[in-house]
């Protein structure tokens, strides 16, 4: 038996409530995606939270002609910067975010190592990071 969708016309959530879930649910994803940058970003100055640079394929090193603190204070810098855009402009802000976990994520899996860590953040970037990015197009936000 076919049953109808949640949010078909005879549902009894209306349009309004609807629009609520939306809205509240982008207003949430906005404000994660943009404060835990910021923080994560900043740690890397600190290392709080934990050791940035035991995260680090060696191979980036290699590719980047700095040491591994200064490599660190960049990522954070980027992570700042991507948090900010997130507030200012959530629809690019988002595609950055995104490309940023599946970035990290992909280093990760070419090292082979930390690969739950790996997991989480492509899990994160595909159904957080993205899904905010979709509720800003539809919702008409930059």
Do not use: C
Not at 46 to 58: D, G, I
Not at 81 to 102: D, E, N
């Amino acid at each position: 038996m076919i049953t109808a969708s949640p949010l078909a016309s005879d549902s009894p959530v209306s349009s309004q409530s609807e629009a609520r879930i939306v809205h509240s649910t982008y207003a949430l994803l906005k404000y994660i995606f943009a404060i835990l940058p910021i923080v994560a970003g900043a740690d890397k100055f600190t290392n709080l939270l934990t050791s940035w640079e035991t995260y680090l394929n060696p191979l980036a090193l290699r590719l980047v002609p700095v040491s591994a603190p200064t490599f660190m204070h960049i990522v954070g810098v980027i992570e700042i910067i991507a948090g900010i855009l997130v507030l200012l402009k959530p629809r690019l802000g988002a595609w950055v975010v995104t490309a940023w976990l599946l970035a990290i994520a992909l280093q990760l899996l070419v090292w082979g190592r930390f690969l739950d860590v790996a997991v989480r953040d492509i899990v994160i970037a595909l159904s957080g990071a993205l899904t905010l990015a979709r509720f800003a197009s539809l919702i008409g936000r930059n």
